[in-house]
Nanobody
Framework: EVQLQASGGGLVQAGGSLSLSCAASGFTYDDYAIGWFRQAPGKEREGVACIGRVDDSTYYADSVEGRFTISSDNAKNTVYLQMNSLKPEDTAVYYC???????????????????WGKGTQVTVSS
């Protein structure tokens, strides 16, 4: 059974940090690029960050560049998203997703994802 198990969301004050995890199982981890989308109330789901399979190349939305860091622990089949200097506008449900191939096109296409995890809520208070 394919699973992308996201965890680590929560409530934090502006300027604080959170770390999200996405544990993958049920598919060949090395064959898929994995990353994160987020969706705020009333807004479309947007790509946040992804990490490629070929050379661990990373891509970020302009809104999070320099504040968020995506990384992969290949031994644990887990992708992490370290979020620093959080802002109220980062409040959203965060989803991890996987797409077959070396990397995502950027900005990523929602419909190009092969697998999705359940979301985890991130709330940043002002």
């Amino acid at each position: 059974e394919v699973q992308l198990q996201a965890s680590g969301g929560g409530l934090v004050q502006a300027g604080g940090s959170l770390s999200l995890s996405c544990a993958a199982s049920g598919f060949t981890y090395d064959d898929y690029a994995i990353g994160w989308f987020r969706q705020a109330p009333g807004k479309e789901r947007e790509g946040v960050a992804c990490i490629g399979r070929v050379d661990d190349s990373t891509y970020y939305a302009d809104s999070v560049e320099g504040r968020f860091t995506i990384s992969s622990d290949n031994a644990k089949n887990t992708v992490y998203l370290q979020m620093n200097s959080l802002k109220p506008e980062d409040t959203a449900v965060y989803y991890c997703a996987a797409s077959y191939g070396g990397s995502w096109y950027w900005p990523p296409n929602f419909y190009a994802m092969d697998y999705w995890g359940k979301g985890t809520q991130v709330t940043v208070s002002s």
